[in-house]
């Protein structure tokens, strides 16, 4: 089932999601229709706090995305990240790889049609709980590493209007605006 997005302004996207100890019935659902609505969508990344869950979930998929690479490794070798996508993560966590930081474009689907410069690690290690409750645990870089930034960021409530400098956020001040207004329109 397609689910709504919530877009900037709604409180649920402030809320820090909680655990999720038990993979139950309604949350393999909640799993599916998340994957169904970030594919329609045609975004990268989903965070539960998107459909107005606060919960520590997060959907990925990095496959279609080709003139933006991303790299994947599992226990040291090198896999092709399109034969784990879409990722599902539960209670994820992330540790960098090295100092090295990277400037790239950013978007969200909470904010329609917004795209600013965002700094961030280059190359990470995460943790989470995979679909089936068992835990997973890879190296990643590139797009896929910066998903899955954007996307814990989301559940610690942390929007990407946040990480971005000074000077670019008060550029985008007015878009940013005008998605407000309409969400406090919707939410009145
Ligand atoms: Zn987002």
């Not at 996207?13 to 019935?25: C, S």
């Not at 609505?37 to 107005?52: F, K, P, S, W, Y």
């Not at 490794?73 to 399109?82: R, T």
Request: charge should be negative; hydrophobic fraction near 40%.
């Amino acid at each position: 089932m397609l689910l709504e997005i919530v877009k900037y302004g709604d409180p649920v996207l402030r809320q820090k999601g909680e655990r999720v100890e038990e993979i139950t019935p309604e949350i393999k659902q909640l799993i599916d229709d998340m994957l169904e609505t970030m594919h329609e969508a045609h975004g990268i990344g989903l965070a539960a706090q998107q459909v107005g869950k606060a919960l520590q979930l997060a959907t990925v998929d990095v496959t279609d995305v080709e003139d933006r690479p991303s790299r994947m490794s599992l226990g040291g070798e090198p896999v092709k990240p399109e034969d784990y996508m879409p990722l599902v993560l539960f209670n994820p966590e992330w540790t960098a790889v090295g100092d090295k930081k990277e400037e790239g474009p950013e978007g969200c689907l909470s904010f329609p049609e917004v795209y600013g410069e965002i700094e961030r690690p280059e190359e990470i290690d995460v943790t989470a709980t995979d679909e089936n409750g068992e835990p997973m645990a890879f190296r990643c870089g590139g797009l896929l590493a910066r998903a899955i930034q954007h996307e814990w960021d989301h559940l610690q409530g942390i929007l990407f209007i946040d990480r971005m400098d000074a000077f670019v956020r008060t550029e985008l001040k007015p878009e940013f605006d005008a998605i407000l207004a309409e969400t406090q329109k919707a939410l009145d």
